[in-house]
């Protein structure tokens, strides 16, 4: 009697522990916020470890609940529970790791070494829970007896694919085997990243002479004046690796001794031989993950990640990769003999370098086609831009951007909008984050606080309407921030995933948006990037601070130059991703000396030694630090698709034909990962994608003996 009572105080006072942390937590209890937006000013970096370990046990929970039914398994109570569950966690894990990219810090990094493994194995404990696993294989053992449709059966195969994937056929001992390396990888992953963030964020060049900036625009000087005064280097100029500030000083700055300076720095990101130093890290999960494929019954990690892409086999990946290949360096070798021919006149003697490529591409640019960045830089001011591109989303799918005022945000810089469609149906919420700071990853992204799905409640459906973020690292100007060409693209790229996010129509969190293979999900990115430089669409948003419209002229002149340097720029992405193919080509019993493995690679495709790999491997987050592991070539094959895709457009001579936006929204944005992604692309084109469509807009020559359906799955023999 005693002991039933202690027992029954016991649980009583865990479950007032439970509902007083659910109710302080702010990352725990309902967000009584408009369109349930982040709280930010309520979270503190204290919060986010105890929400994790309540997250994880409410999702223990319901995977026993699943487990524990005593009904016989079907899809209702096995597949749809289990996509369902976990949403809490989900909500905690989209916080803290949108905050760990966009606004870090040393206890947040901290924070992250020790949430990383505890998901990692949090994971691992239900991918390879044998009484889930078994109710999940009844269920697809008797996938006929059920009336599914075909989103429900796509995610029946992905779910019972995936467990075998993830480990749960192997034996006891091999589990724990796995679940030990997936730690190990989780640990030194965040490891890799956090270097990568130092090493980008505490170098710093300092110019002290006035006359070492010969050559620089004037809103790059003010920008490294202000970096200096922020920095504590009193009439001084300080340039950074991070992109908005050192690419235009590597286009642009007449010394050829800081260009080389800044240029070798950001080539050796990770490989100083300092605290930060990435070479045995990368050596490390390079082994791993193929010891995590040898586990499974792969040969490599490529195959095992190629498996479930559209890409299917690595000999397929490898030949699109080598195809392109010898192509782009062929033209970068050509473009590397002009700009010698240039160099030699201001330096006789001097060998073209890598700190050349890009002063000496804008130089001949300027010859060839009276052409001048920084002239047309005036007509790309970010809110304009900004705008351009809203509207060239709207007449193409008929979504709406209003500017809201009254969202919290956790950055000053920070632009919410509301999303609406052609019915005036609310549809999203939007963040823009397009500045550089100190606390944010380098590059762009696009990412969600809340993913579009549906709840369901007996056997209705709601809509969950996604809250997306896309983050820039643009350099933040005095009184006008304005864009290049390539900034101008990436904003209509990253507005590309959100509209992704924004019309996806997926009944099940894993079925929705972009959680389709890689292959496919740069697809719509990349496809939007087409319209930024079109003519009709750059006159309607380009325009220089006394509203004078960018005249023809000059639009003439980014048309004729839009495939200039193609070889150098095709090149360094193509070479990035085949060493990447390449790293994860290799078998767990295989001794590697990261750098040897690197020049050696690069030696293989013959890459000009002007042209290192977009991302060489001590700094390549993409794949180490991301979800791009042996995937960064989806880059291209996505290439591939946008280009194909956009002639759909092209071939009816209006590249807003709604017709063909109307088919593109309902087979491949709506559809996220409803089906086979293959089958989506097939159905919105009606045949294979062709290569050749891509190689046109690169300017490269496609004169080999293949065609577009030697990339199909069919056409691939096992050789390759």
């Known amino acids: 009697m005693k002991k039933t009572f202690l027992i029954i105080m016991i649980s009583v006072i865990l479950l007032s522990c439970s509902n007083k942390d659910k109710e302080t937590n702010p990352l725990l209890k309902d967000w009584n916020t408009e369109y349930n937006t982040v709280p930010f000013s309520e979270i503190k970096t204290s919060d986010y470890l105890p929400a994790f370990k309540k997250a994880i046990k409410l999702h223990n929970n319901e995977i026993l609940e699943i487990i524990n039914n005593k009904e016989k398994p079907n899809f209702e109570n096995t597949i749809e529970a289990l996509d369902y569950s976990g949403k809490v966690l989900t909500r905690v894990s989209k916080v803290f790791f949108n905050m760990t990219a966009c606004n870090t810090n040393e206890e947040i990094q901290?924070?992250?070494?020790?949430?990383?493994?505890?998901?990692?194995?949090?994971?691992?404990?239900?991918?390879m829970n044998e009484k889930l696993f078994n109710k999940v294989k009844t269920v697809w053992d008797n996938r006929s007896k059920e009336n599914l449709n075909a989103e429900q059966l796509h995610l029946l195969k992905k779910t019972y694919n995936s467990f075998i994937r993830k480990g749960a056929l192997l034996s006891v001992e091999k589990k724990q085997e796995l679940k030990k390396v997936n730690e190990q990888l989780a640990v030194l992953s965040d490891k890799y990243n956090k270097n990568v963030l130092a090493e980008t964020k505490n170098y710093k060049l300092v110019v002290s002479k006035e006359e070492d900036l010969k050559g620089l625009p004037d809103w790059l000087i003010e920008n490294a004046k202000e970096i200096a005064e922020k920095t504590g280097e009193k009439n001084k100029w300080v340039f950074t690796l991070d992109n908005a500030s050192c690419i235009p000083l590597l286009t642009y700055c007449d010394n050829r001794d800081l260009r080389k300076e800044i240029f070798l720095a950001r080539i050796n990101r990770g490989n100083n031989a300092n605290k930060y130093d990435n070479n045995k890290i990368t050596e490390q999960i390079l082994l791993l993950r193929a010891k995590f494929a040898e586990i499974l019954g792969y040969k490599n990690f490529a195959e095992w990640q190629l498996e479930d892409r559209m890409a299917k086999r690595v000999g397929r990946a490898d030949t699109l990769l080598k195809d392109c290949l010898q192509y782009s360096i062929k033209v970068a070798k050509q473009e590397a003999e002009q700009f010698q021919n240039l160099l030699s006149q201001d330096h006789k003697g001097a060998k073209i370098e890598g700190w050349d490529m890009y002063y000496y591409a804008e130089k001949l640019k300027k010859i060839r086609y009276d052409f001048d960045e920084e002239i047309s830089r005036?007509?790309?001011?970010?809110?304009?831009?900004?705008?351009?591109?809203?509207?060239?989303?709207?007449?193409l799918y008929g979504l709406r951007f209003e500017k809201l005022s009254n969202i919290e945000t956790y950055d000053k810089d920070v632009d919410v909008y509301e999303v609406r469609n052609e019915k005036n149906e609310h549809v999203g919420i939007l963040y823009f984050d397009p500045y550089t700071r100190n606390s944010k990853t380098a590059g762009a992204w696009c990412d969600t606080y809340q993913a579009q799905y549906k709840t369901k409640h007996?056997?209705?459906?709601?809509?969950?309407?996604?809250?997306?973020?896309?983050?820039?690292?643009?350099?933040?100007?005095?009184?006008?921030?304005?864009?290049?060409?390539?900034?101008?693209?990436?904003?209509?790229?990253?507005?590309?995933?959100?509209?992704?996010?924004?019309?996806?129509?997926?009944?099940?969190?894993?079925?929705?948006?972009?959680?389709?293979?890689?292959?496919?999900?740069?697809?719509?990115?990349?496809?939007?990037?087409?319209?930024?430089?079109?003519?009709?669409?750059?006159?309607?948003?380009?325009?220089?601070?006394?509203?004078?419209?960018?005249?023809?002229?000059?639009?003439?002149?980014?048309?004729?130059?839009?495939?200039?340097?193609q070889g150098f720029m095709f090149t360094e992405l193509l070479s990035a991703a085949y060493l990447d193919l390449r790293m994860h080509s290799i078998s767990a019993s295989d001794t590697i000396n990261l750098q040897e493995f690197e020049t050696n690679v690069m030696k293989e495709i013959n890459s000009p030694s002007q042209i290192p790999p977009r991302y060489r491997s001590t700094y390549f987050t993409h794949i180490f630090g991301g979800g791009y592991a042996a995937g960064y070539y989806c880059y291209i094959w996505s290439e591939m698709l946008d280009a194909d895709a956009f002639q759909a457009w092209k071939e009816t001579g209006n590249i807003f034909n709604k017709k063909i936006s109307d088919k593109f929204k309902e087979y491949i944005l709506a559809k996220g990962g409803t089906e086979d992604a293959d089958l989506q692309y097939k159905r919105f084109r009606g045949k294979e994608p062709n290569v050749i469509y891509m190689l046109q807009n690169r300017g490269l020559v496609f004169a080999n003996k293949r065609n577009s359906e030697d990339y199909s799955e069919e056409n691939q023999t096992e050789e390759e």
């Not at 901290?110 to 991918?127: G, K, N, R, V």
């Not at 005036?378 to 007449?395: A, H, L, M, R």
């Open 110 to 127: 901290t924070l992250q070494e020790e949430i990383s493994p505890m998901l990692s194995a949090h994971e691992d404990e239900i991918m």
């Open 458 to 565: 007996k056997n209705k459906y709601k809509n969950v309407s996604p809250i997306v973020t896309v983050c820039f690292n643009f350099a933040k100007q005095k009184d006008r921030t304005t864009l290049t060409i390539d900034e101008v693209k990436t904003v209509f790229h990253e507005m590309g995933h959100a509209t992704n996010e924004f019309l996806s129509n997926g009944t099940y969190p894993s079925t929705s948006a972009t959680m389709v293979p890689t292959d496919l999900v740069e697809c719509a990115s990349q496809l939007a990037e087409h319209w930024s430089m079109q003519p009709q669409v750059l006159k309607t948003y380009a325009q220089n601070k006394d509203g004078k419209i960018i005249p023809q002229s000059l639009v003439n002149k980014i048309i004729a130059s839009e495939n200039f340097n």
């Open 378 to 395: 005036q007509y790309f001011e970010i809110e304009n831009v900004k705008k351009g591109c809203f509207d060239n989303i709207t007449k």
